[in-house]
Structures are given as C-alpha cells and as structure tokens.
C-alpha cells in the first residue's frame, strides 16, 4: 500500500504556424519574388518536479492543458511568433505513466528535474522557400505539424515528514484531524483506522507532512492485532510523534510497548529521533495528570525524548499548536 495522489491529465502542445505565400510587391521592381515567411512552432508541454508541493491537487481544478499555437508566417519573410510553452509543476516524487495507467513514463525524483511531456508542432515554411530555377513564384507552403496530443496519469507516492506512533485509541487520528484537513475516521475502540492516511499541516506560511498508521499492540511484530506491516509507511520519516493516551492506567507500560515493537520492526526506526506527547489531558484533574508525569519522567530518567514530553489535548488544542512549531523546526532543520 502507498501513499498515493493521482490525477489524469490531458495535453495538447502547440500546433505549428502555416507557412505564407506572399509575393514582393515594391514601386519599382517588378516580379518581387516570393517572400511569405515560416509559421511559428507550436508551444511545449513540459513538467517540473518543484519544492515546496505536497499534493497533486491542482490537478484536480485543471486537467487539461494546451500549449500555444505557433502563428502563422506573413509577408515580408516574416515568420510568425512561436507558440506559448506551458510547464506542469509538480512535487518531488511524482511519476508520470501513459494513458494505460501502467507503462511509466518518468519518475520525478530530484528537484528541478524537467522532460518534455508533449512537443509543439513545427511551424510549415513560406513560399520563399520553394523558390526555384525553375519555380520562381511558387504559390504553395506548408501547413504547420499538429502538436502531440496525450493523456497521462500523475501518481505521487508522498514521504511523510513526520510519522504517528501508538496504541489503538491513544488519539492520533483526532491529532491529525485536528492539525490537518485531513478526516480520518475516529471512535472510542481500538482499531478504528485500518489504512495509514496522510494530513498536510500548514504553519506559518510552511507545510509537512503527518502519517497516521493503525495502533500497535504488544505482538505486532508477530503480526498480532494489524501487526506492523504498517510500520513502513513511517520509515522514512524525519521524526517520530509518540502519542500516549494519559488517561490510561499504565502509561509506562504503553510507551514500553510500542518502543518493544519499534524495536523488534527495525533498528532505522529504533534510532530515529521521537517526540513524545501526553494525549487527552483535558480529560484528566490537573494534579492527576502531573503525578503521572512525575512517575513517567522518573521511570526513564536517560531518555531526553521523555524529558522533553509534550502535553495536548486535541479536544482544547491545548499544547498543540506548541507542538506544531516543535516539529517543524525538526523537520525543516
Ligand atoms: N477527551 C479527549 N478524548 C480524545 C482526545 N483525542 C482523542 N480522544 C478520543 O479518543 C478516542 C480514540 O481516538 P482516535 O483518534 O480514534 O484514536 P487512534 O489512536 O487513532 O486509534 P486507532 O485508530 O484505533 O489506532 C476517540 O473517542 C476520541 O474522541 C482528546 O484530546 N481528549
Ligand atoms: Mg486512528
């Protein structure tokens, strides 16, 4: 399973100019000659892998594109103005496949990375150009070539920024919903979300990217409850956000437990750095709250992560918005 964005899209490039037949026409000089000019040829259609994008989305307003026709020659040897280019942007990651949604085309890998999607059409020559011994007032020119004309598909397989982590229940779907637009399914049972789902968070004029994967429980990487399957779909993930429900009982216990399975998945998840928060804190007596941090804190005395945890509530967004600028300077850094 990935993470995918797909959109299809149309592309018409540009139809070369007509070329003109013309004649010279001065006081003086008889027989001027021919002097039509070459049509212009029709505009590009290009993509662009871009910084910055997320989504595909605006693929979604406009899947069709055409490029400029190249304009038509003129007397006077005049060859008309090339066709407008047109660039798709994209995000990093996008791959772009032929109308049978299988045969690849490119892979956008690298920012800037740009190729010709569908090329403009040659503008057709002037009768100037058939002049001849034995034709010197030819009265014929070409038409200008069709553009190419195509539909392709766009698919973006997205790399999270930051991935979610904890039991079932623990809130990270209601986290997500409530820092992106994203609307994950939300209940009071565990194994509420069944697929990992993507939210784009914007902050500050800035945006990265959140995972919610399903919970995990003690034996997942035995493949008990959804097992860890789902785990890859963190793996590349700047940094982690543990979310711990603080109403439960033994909020060491569940932290064990997930950093157990981390563990067991793979040693690159293991290490990979990890932002700890206390969920629903709204649902607790402050002075309760604090004596289980107490405990948590002291419990794992080495661990910075756990030093350094957050409290939220994303019923009151208390400590959230906090939280976001945490893990953008980590993202961005
Ligand atoms: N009081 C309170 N309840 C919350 C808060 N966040 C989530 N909940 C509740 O906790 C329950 C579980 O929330 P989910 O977001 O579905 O939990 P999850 O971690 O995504 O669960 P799985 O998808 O099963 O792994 C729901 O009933 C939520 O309404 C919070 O900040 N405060
Ligand atoms: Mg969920």
Request: proline residues 4%.
């Given at each position: ?100 949604k299988q045969t690849l085309f490119v892979d956008l890998i690298e920012v800037g990375q740009r190729v010709t999607l569908a090329k403009g059409g040659m503008g057709g020559r002037g009768n100037i150009r058939f002049k001849s011994s034995v034709n010197q007032a030819p009265t014929r020119a070409d038409t200008g070539i069709p553009g190419e004309e195509l539909w392709i598909w766009l698919k973006l ?177």
């Open positions: 399973m990935k993470f995918l964005d797909e959109a299809k899209v149309y592309l018409k490039a540009g139809n070369g100019g007509a070329g003109a037949i013309s004649f010279r026409r001065e006081k003086f000089i008889e027989f001027g000659g021919p002097d039509g000019g070459d049509g212009g040829d029709g505009g590009n259609i290009y993509i662009e892998a871009v910084p910055g994008l997320n989504t595909l989305i605006d693929f979604r307003y406009q899947q069709h594109f055409k490029a400029g026709v190249g304009n038509h020659g003129a007397g006077s040897q005049r060859t008309g103005a090339r066709g407008h280019d047109i660039i798709l942007k994209v995000p990093v990651g996008t791959q772009v496949f032929y109308d049978d397989k997205l790399i999270a920024d930051v991935g979610l982590l904890g039991l079932p229940n623990a809130g990270k779907s209601t986290f997500l919903s409530v820092v992106s637009r994203a609307k994950p399914k939300i209940a009071n049972y565990p194994f509420t979300t069944l697929h990992p789902q993507l939210g784009v968070v914007s902050i500050h004029e800035q945006e990265f990217v959140i995972a919610d994967i399903p919970g995990l429980i003690e034996g997942a990487h035995l493949g008990t409850g959804l097992g860890h399957r789902f785990l890859g779909h963190i793996e590349r993930c700047r940094v982690l956000l543990h979310l711990i429900d603080i109403t439960q009982d033994d909020p060491i216990l569940a932290y064990q437990t997930i950093r157990h399975e981390v563990s067991q998945y793979a040693q690159a998840l293991a290490v990979k750095p990890e932002i700890i928060a206390f969920t629903k804190i709204d649902a607790l007596e402050a002075d309760e709250a604090a004596k289980k941090l107490k405990k948590f804190k002291s419990k794992f005395k080495n661990n910075p992560a756990v030093q350094d945890i957050r409290l939220i509530s994303s019923h009151t967004r208390h400590g959230v918005s906090d939280l976001l600028d945490h893990l953008l300077t980590i993202v961005k850094a």
